[in-house]
């Protein structure tokens, strides 16, 4: 059996967890999406020193363990005097990693957009980059949605890497709910339980929207 009195004698604690562990995820997960928009582009850009810096980012990031990353914005960026909060070294490590799968999915979107449109488009006056804004990438997107659900559902799990460096999540203030009580078990599956809280409309939502696709198409 669960003691809940665990989770009510430490509620405040574990709901200033989440509150940070939905801060980390919204911020992450917008500026995932804009770097990952901005490298897909250059990795399909007719612009080859593009397309070599976007296919780097791409390969470099997504090979990488996350936990690597965060270690290098918190502890690595100091040694050059650079010195970030662990919540925001840990965000933007979670951002720069997600972007890269990101990146990856909007890609295949825009491949999959038939090519007469780019030209058709071209041919019509607009440049390169007021066809990718107005034609391509909103098509692209609509395409790629269910993948990219998927990637922010990661991202939210990912999240927790922040309690490996102090980040003031939801790891981190179970970390510290243990510590007090000299409880283990009980204290992670509350945790857990915060997680699904998160995971879980997010899934539904992805599902929704598929079969929303799915029956437009």
Sequence with gaps: MLDFSILLNNLDTYLEGFKNTVLASIIALLGSFIIGVIVAVMRIAPIKPLNWIGSAYVEFIRNI??????FFFYYGLPAIGVTLPAFVAGTI???IYTASFIAEAIRAGIQSVPKGQMEA?????????????TIILPQAIKIVIPPIGNQFINLVKNSAILGMIAGLDLMYF?????????VTFPV???VAMFYLVLTIPLSLGVGYLERRLARSN
């Design 65 to 70: 363990p996350l936990l690597v990353i965060a």
């Design 121 to 133: 488009a071209r041919s019509s006056g607009l440049t390169y980059l007021q066809t990718m804004r």
């Design 188 to 190: 992670y599956i509350f």
């Design 93 to 95: 490590a979670l951002a």
């Design 174 to 182: 179970g970390d510290l709910v243990s510590s007090r009580t000299f």
